[in-house]
Every structure is written in C-alpha cells, then in structure tokens.
C-alpha cells in the first residue's frame, strides 16, 4: 500500500484520491434529491408552472432508475472509468443549464438530463466500491458512501434554504460544478483501468437500452404520478400500465434474442441474485414509511417545526450507516443470508410497535424506534449488496449491481404510491371524500386532524412491516444459505461462503500496489486500481 507507483505518488494516496472523488460523486447526486425541495417556492414564483412542478423530483427520479440496468452493462463491457466519468459530464452540464433554464419546461428538462447522469454514478460509484476493496474492507467504503447520503439528506435542505434566501435558486444547481469538476479530475487523474483483450468487439444492445428506458419510464410514470396527478382507476393510470405491461413484454423478447442483452437473463436464473434482487425490491418498501411518513407524522401529530421533524428521522439516518459498518463483524461469522434475516426481523418487530406508540406522545418515542430501525437496517442491505457482488466477477458486477439498485428504487417508487393511497384512504374515510396527506399536512388542524394523521402513518407502518415479512421469506426460502463467494485464486472453482471462519476474498476485488505491467487475467480484466 505504501509503494511508489507512476508518477512518485504512493499507492495510498492514490486509494485516497479515487475514495474522495466516489464520495464527492456520490454526494453530488444524493444532494439532488433533497436539496431542491426547500427552493420550490421561489422556482415557481420566478418561472411559473406550478400545476407540474413534481416533475422536478419526478422526472430525476425517473431518469436516474430507468438507466441504471443501462450504464451496469456499459461498465461491464467498456469499463467503469469511462461510465463514470460520461456520467459525470452528463450531469454537470444538466446542472448548468438548470441554473439558465427560463420557465419551468426547460427546468424539468434539465433535471431529466441531470438524472441521465445522476444514474451512472450512483451505480458505477457502488460498482467500484467492490472492485477496489477486498470483501472484508467493502463495509468500511460502502458505510462511507451510505453516510454520504445520511448527511446529504440531513443538510440538503439547510444548504438549499441558505442558498435561497441569501443568494439565488439558480445557486443550487451552481454550486455542483466546482465540487463536480474536482471529483471529475481525481477520477480522471488517478483511476487506471487495464486495458481489456477482447477477441471481438463489444456489441451495444440499443435495442434493448431503448426497451427498457421506456418499459421502465412509462411504469415508473404511471406509479409516481398515479393517486397524485389523476384518480389510480381513471383512464390515464389504466392506459399508462397497459402501455407498460406491452412494453416489459416487448423487452423481455427483444433481450432473449439480443446476443448482450442489457439486462441478461443470468441475473434472474442465478438463485442468489435473483433472491437478493427480489429481497431488496421489497426492502424498498420498507424504507418508504419512514422516509416519507415520519416527517409529517412530526409536524401534525407531534407539533414539531420542520427542523425538529428532521431530528426525528435523523436518528435513523445516522444509526444506518453505522449498523452497516459494524455488519462485517456478523455476516463474516454467521453469513450474509443469517446477518440479514436478523436484521429485517428487527425492523418487522420495530415497525409493527410503532402502532403501539401512545397519543400525542413525546419526540423522543419515535426518535427512538428510528434509531432502532437504522439500525435494523444497516444489517441487511449492506450485508446483501456486498454479498451479491462477491458473487460475481469483474465482467458480471456492473450488471449485477445495477440490477439490484434498479430493484430497489423500483421497490420505493411502488412504497411510495401504494403507502401513499393508504394513508390517503385513511384520512378520506375519517375526514370525508377529497382529503387527503397533503391537504391536511399543510394546514394546521384539529384534535380529529391530527388523530386522523396518526392513524394513517400507524396504518403505513403496518403496511410496511409486512411488506417485511415478505423480504424476510424471500430470503428465508429463496435465497441460498450460503452465497457462492468466488475464491481468492482464479483457478478455483467458486467456494460457498464459510459459516465458520472469515470469508474468502475475490481476488477480483483487491487494491494491491502493483505496476502496470502486472498479469491480468484474461479475458474479463482486473478490478479497477488506483495506482
């Protein structure tokens, strides 16, 4: 680690060079989410357009999990280096022309090109944190990263509110081009790549990348904007699934006959990855309820102010990452399966006691079941991610990443619809017909308001915690006792994951110092290295 590479500059630091621009990257895109939301007012009063402004949080979202199968393919047959870096580009200009947008048309636009590139690095970014890393230092990179978007969405907010109201909007979208170009330099500057050998040359399914963009864009459309923009049996929602379900059709015969298929059909015969993926499909779910639901739940039950909401759900955006650093010392005993089975039958056991929760109730018993359900959490996500990339090798773990993040925003853009329709026909039936979340999170209300609300995030909860219960029977009956882990020696065939001792590590995954001249494996190449 300590050795000199080209230049005279030490391999560490080199390490630490290419951690600091995945941190930085993967800020980038994880501010995005949360710190526009604060600037929504004066983006209105300045270019207009309210009746479809969700279609700034929308449009990104959507962009940002329809291309993620898309680029894990792109990095595993290009490379990561130049996956990321396009990513990066794409990004920084959306974020130009966001700050020159003139109404808010051009504005949604953007934000789409914004999350064009806002998917490659979130996947790449996870990508590489397996192949920089032996299996037992990932925990180490991927708690960083994870703590990344806890702080993200903790001073997202408070960095947009200050930019607005000392500053302009149009800063929000400014300030990503220095942090973004001095990320953009260190990847360029100190992640090297060997050169793949290849027999042939790399076929791009653009059939398949078009496929799944709009199968993925029109479905992804019709639950975020289902229960919102229009009723979820109107003519718009039916019309919208029923494009979707022919065009998922279209893509799965137009990727069984594509010689590379953005999404291999691999990915779902494999047990372990079609379990993992299936798991935290549902998982998604799962983190919905607390992200969406608390923060109003403290306001208009608690009577806390926005910032005192935050502080709440706070507690388990920092109990998250923490739980995920610590998991190694569990899963490296018991396994990945077992560290994951405890933990989403902790957060079973913490979301069902939230109906438990006495009326109005103080801060701090939420604050709590937060901080626990963090922790729950950290036990399994992390745990799957890692164990499924020690699954695969360097030409499968873009794909097989990709496919799993994919899975997961697809699982919370589904909590999101179907937890919001609960709360909603809760609120409906205690309040009359035509109220809703919004309606009453925006007015103060009375006593019948309030425990009105409570019942409809108790009932969300209760939503959650079985969409629990089926994460933990996925794994439980479907997912593998022990995961495939590929061996440390390329020449051994793949070993199944010890229960007994510390896991083996690819060797596909190290960081070693070594020159370029090193001996690579053909045909698939060695991980990315940064020396």
Same mark, same amino acid.
């Given at each position: 680690?300590?050795?000199?590479?080209e230049?005279?500059?030490?391999?560490?630091q080199?390490r630490?060079?290419?951690?600091?621009?995945?941190?930085?990257?993967?800020?980038?895109?994880?501010?995005?989410?949360?710190?526009?939301?604060?600037a929504?007012?004066?983006?209105?009063?300045?270019?207009g357009?309210?009746?479809?402004?969700?279609?700034?949080?929308?449009?990104?979202?959507?962009?940002?999990?329809?291309?993620?199968?898309?680029?894990?393919?792109?990095?595993?047959?290009?490379?990561?280096? #130049?996956?990321?870096?396009?990513?990066?580009?794409?990004?920084l200009?959306?974020?130009?022309?966001?700050?020159?947008s003139?109404n808010?048309?051009?504005?949604?636009?953007f934000?789409?090109?914004?999350?064009?590139?806002?998917?490659?690095?979130?996947?790449?970014?996870?990508?590489?944190?397996?192949?920089?890393?032996?299996?037992?230092?990932?925990?180490?990179?991927?708690?960083?990263?994870?703590?990344v978007?806890a702080?993200?969405s903790?001073?997202?907010?408070?960095?947009?509110?200050?930019?607005?109201?000392?500053?302009?909007?149009?800063?929000?979208?400014?300030?990503?081009? #220095?942090?973004?170009?001095?990320a953009?330099?260190?990847?360029?500057?100190?992640?090297?790549?060997?050169?793949?050998?290849?027999?042939?040359r790399?076929?791009?399914?653009?059939?398949?990348?078009?496929?799944?963009?709009?199968?993925?864009?029109?479905?992804?459309t019709?639950?975020?904007?289902?229960?919102?923009a229009?009723p979820w049996?109107?003519?718009?929602?039916?019309?919208?699934f029923?494009?979707?379900?022919v065009?998922?059709?279209?893509?799965?015969?137009?990727e069984?006959?594509?010689?590379?298929p953005?999404?291999?059909?691999?990915?779902w015969?494999?047990?372990t990855?079609?379990?993992?993926?299936?798991?935290?499909?549902?998982?998604g779910?799962?983190m919905v309820?607390?992200?969406?639901?608390?923060?109003?739940?403290?306001?208009?039950?608690?009577?806390?102010?926005?910032?005192?909401?935050?502080?709440?759900?706070?507690?388990?955006?920092?109990?998250?990452?923490?739980?995920?650093?610590?998991?190694q010392?569990?899963?490296?005993?018991?396994?990945?399966?077992?560290?994951?089975?405890?933990?989403?039958?902790?957060?079973?056991?913490?979301?069902?006691?939230?109906?438990?929760?006495?009326?109005?109730?103080?801060?701090?018993?939420?604050a709590?079941?937060?901080?626990?359900?963090?922790?729950?959490?950290?036990?399994?996500?992390?745990?799957?991610i890692?164990?499924?990339?020690?699954t695969?090798?360097?030409?499968?773990?873009?794909?097989?990443?990709?496919?799993?993040?994919f899975?997961r925003?697809?699982?919370?853009?589904?909590?999101?619809?179907?937890?919001?329709a609960?709360?909603n026909?809760?609120?409906?039936?205690?309040?009359?017909?035509?109220?809703?979340?919004?309606?009453?999170?925006?007015?103060?209300?009375?006593?019948?308001v309030?425990?009105?609300?409570?019942?409809?995030?108790e009932?969300v909860?209760?939503g959650?915690?079985?969409?629990?219960?089926?994460?933990l029977?996925?794994?439980?009956?479907?997912?593998?006792?022990?995961?495939?882990?590929?061996?440390?020696? #390329?020449?051994?065939e793949?070993?199944?994951?010890?229960?007994?001792?510390?896991?083996?590590?690819?060797?596909?995954?190290?960081?070693?110092?070594?020159?370029?001249?090193?001996?690579?494996?053909? #045909?698939?190449p060695?991980?990315?290295?940064?020396?």
């Amino acid at each position: 680690m300590g050795g000199t590479s080209e230049g005279g500059i030490p391999g560490s630091q080199r390490r630490t060079a290419v951690v600091a621009a995945l941190m930085l990257s993967m800020a980038l895109a994880a501010l995005e989410s949360t710190i526009i939301a604060t600037a929504v007012p004066q983006i209105v009063a300045d270019l207009g357009g309210f009746s479809y402004f969700s279609w700034l949080f929308s449009g990104y979202l959507l962009a940002v999990t329809v291309t993620l199968p898309v680029y894990g393919k792109l990095s595993d047959t290009f490379g990561r280096k #130049p996956v990321l870096l396009a990513g990066m580009v794409l990004f920084l200009l959306g974020s130009l022309l966001c700050a020159l947008s003139w109404n808010m048309a051009a504005l949604i636009a953007f934000r789409i090109l914004q999350g064009l590139g806002g998917g490659a690095i979130q996947g790449t970014v996870q990508t590489l944190a397996a192949d920089l890393y032996p299996l037992k230092q990932r925990p180490k990179i991927q708690a960083k990263l994870s703590t990344v978007w806890a702080l993200s969405s903790v001073v997202g907010p408070a960095i947009g509110g200050m930019l607005v109201a000392f500053a302009h909007w149009r800063w929000i979208f400014l300030v990503n081009l #220095p942090v973004g170009l001095i990320a953009l330099w260190l990847v360029a500057r100190h992640l090297h790549e060997p050169v793949r050998e290849s027999r042939s040359r790399p076929r791009i399914d653009w059939a398949g990348a078009l496929a799944v963009f709009a199968s993925g864009g029109v479905l992804l459309t019709a639950l975020v904007q289902g229960g919102v923009a229009w009723p979820w049996l109107s003519a718009p929602s039916l019309v919208l699934f029923a494009i979707a379900a022919v065009l998922i059709t279209a893509t799965v015969l137009v990727e069984r006959r594509a010689a590379e298929p953005i999404i291999p059909g691999w990915v779902w015969k494999r047990r372990t990855i079609a379990a993992v993926n299936l798991g935290l499909g549902v998982l998604g779910l799962v983190m919905v309820a607390p992200t969406v639901f608390i923060p109003t739940y403290a306001q208009s039950v608690l009577g806390l102010t926005p910032t005192g909401a935050g502080f709440v759900l706070s507690a388990m955006i920092l109990s998250w990452p923490l739980s995920a650093a610590l998991s190694q010392h569990l899963y490296t005993r018991i396994g990945f399966r077992n560290t994951a089975l405890i933990g989403i039958t902790g957060a079973v056991l913490v979301l069902a006691a939230f109906p438990l929760l006495p009326y109005p109730g103080s801060p701090w018993q939420p604050a709590l079941l937060m901080l626990l359900l963090g922790a729950a959490l950290g036990q399994v996500q992390l745990p799957l991610i890692v164990g499924v990339q020690s699954t695969v090798g360097w030409s499968e773990r873009g794909t097989t990443t990709a496919s799993v993040l994919f899975c997961r925003q697809l699982g919370q853009t589904l909590g999101a619809a179907v937890f919001g329709a609960i709360a909603n026909g809760v609120i409906a039936a205690r309040l009359g017909a035509g109220t809703d979340l919004d309606t009453v999170a925006r007015t103060p209300g009375d006593e019948t308001v309030r425990r009105s609300v409570d019942a409809a995030v108790e009932w969300v909860h209760i939503g959650a915690a079985l969409a629990g219960v089926v994460t933990l029977f996925v794994l439980l009956f479907l997912a593998p006792r022990r995961f495939p882990v590929l061996p440390q020696e #390329p020449a051994q065939e793949p070993v199944q994951e010890s229960v007994q001792g510390p896991l083996q590590e690819p060797a596909q995954a190290s960081v070693r110092d070594e020159t370029p001249d090193s001996p690579q494996e053909p #045909p698939a190449p060695q991980p990315s290295r940064t020396d």
